[in-house]
């Protein structure tokens, strides 16, 4: 007499624990794979670690390049609210992320010359993703 047995698909299961990662939108999933068969039998619990990390940098507009005066005493307004601000500051997991500049003002001390502001745009978010620096011109 010939004996068979028959095997059965056995699925194994998994239980996550999720922990938020060192910066916004990332995260750390330790999931436990567990397999048992119809008679009880289980195998030794298997942990997989999934890593969920953020390196998308942030995008934005910078403002167009401007010209301001000089008033009478040879002074100038080179204020962000006069020759304009950053837009579109976005990024796929930091929110309230804010662009920031420096000046390179090459004669523009010079009252003189007409002198040009370089003004270099940066921004960059909360996992230290650096967006591409931008440029504005201001004479």
């Known amino acids: 007499m010939k004996m068979t047995t028959a095997r059965r698909l056995l699925n194994a299961t998994y239980?996550?624990?999720?922990?938020?990662?060192?910066?916004?939108g990332t995260w750390v999933i330790t999931r436990t794979w567990s397999l048992v068969d119809d008679c009880g039998n289980?195998?030794?619990?298997?942990?997989?670690?999934?890593?969920?990390?953020d390196n998308t940098p942030p995008t934005f507009t910078r403002p167009p390049d401007d010209v301001i005066c000089r008033n009478s005493d040879c002074t100038y307004n080179a204020s962000v609210s006069v020759t304009g601000d950053v837009?579109?500051?976005?990024?796929?997991?930091?929110?309230?992320?804010?662009?920031?500049?420096?000046?390179?003002?090459?004669?523009?001390?010079?009252?003189?010359?007409?002198?040009?502001?370089?003004?270099?745009?940066?921004?960059?978010?909360?996992?230290?993703?650096?967006?591409i620096d931008q440029i504005q011109t201001i004479m």
């Open 87 to 131: 837009t579109d500051e976005n990024d796929n997991c930091s929110i309230g992320i804010n662009a920031t500049y420096s000046d390179d003002a090459t004669g523009a001390v010079n009252c003189d010359s007409a002198g040009i502001i370089i003004r270099t745009w940066s921004l960059i978010d909360k996992c230290g993703n650096v967006a």
């Open 42 to 53: 289980a195998a030794a619990d298997q942990l997989q670690t999934i890593t969920v990390s």
């Open 15 to 24: 239980s996550d624990v999720t922990v938020a990662g060192a910066c916004e």
